[in-house]
C-alpha cells in the first residue's frame, strides 16, 4: 500500500516538472513569436515608407512634366483640357 502512495506521489511530481517544463517551452515560443512579430512590424514599416517615397517621387516628376508641356506648348494643352473637360461633362448628364 505504501508503495502504491508512494509510486502515485512520483508520478504526480513527474508530471507536475513535465507540466512545468511544457510551460517553461510554451513561455519560450511565445517570446520568440513577439519577437518575429516585432521583426514583420518594422519590415512592413519599411516597405510602406519605402513605397511611399517611390510614388512621392514619381508624382512629383508627372506634375514637372506637366508644367514643361504647358510651358512649351499651351494651346495644345488649353485644347486638351477643355476637350476632357467637355467629355466629363457629357457623362456627368447621362
Known amino acids: 500500500m505504501a508503495e502504491?502512495?508512494?509510486?502515485?506521489?512520483?508520478?504526480d511530481m513527474d508530471?507536475?516538472?513535465t507540466?512545468?517544463?511544457?510551460?517553461?517551452e510554451l513561455q519560450a515560443q511565445v517570446a520568440e513569436l513577439r519577437a518575429e512579430i516585432v521583426r514583420l512590424t518594422e519590415t512592413v514599416s519599411a516597405i510602406g515608407s519605402g513605397a511611399?517615397?517611390?510614388v512621392q517621387g514619381e508624382a512629383e516628376l508627372m506634375t514637372e512634366r506637366l508644367r514643361?508641356?504647358?510651358r512649351d506648348d499651351p494651346i495644345s494643352t488649353l485644347l486638351t483640357v477643355a476637350g476632357v473637360?467637355?467629355?466629363?461633362?457629357?457623362f456627368a448628364r447621362r
Not at 502504491?4 to 508520478?11: D, F, H
Not at 473637360?85 to 457629357?90: E, P, S, T
Open 4 to 11: 502504491k502512495k508512494l509510486a502515485a506521489v512520483g508520478a
Open 68 to 70: 514643361e508641356r504647358v
Open 15 to 17: 508530471t507536475e516538472k
Open 52 to 54: 511611399k517615397a517611390v
Open 85 to 90: 473637360a467637355f467629355l466629363f461633362g457629357l
Open 19 to 24: 507540466s512545468a517544463d511544457t510551460q517553461m
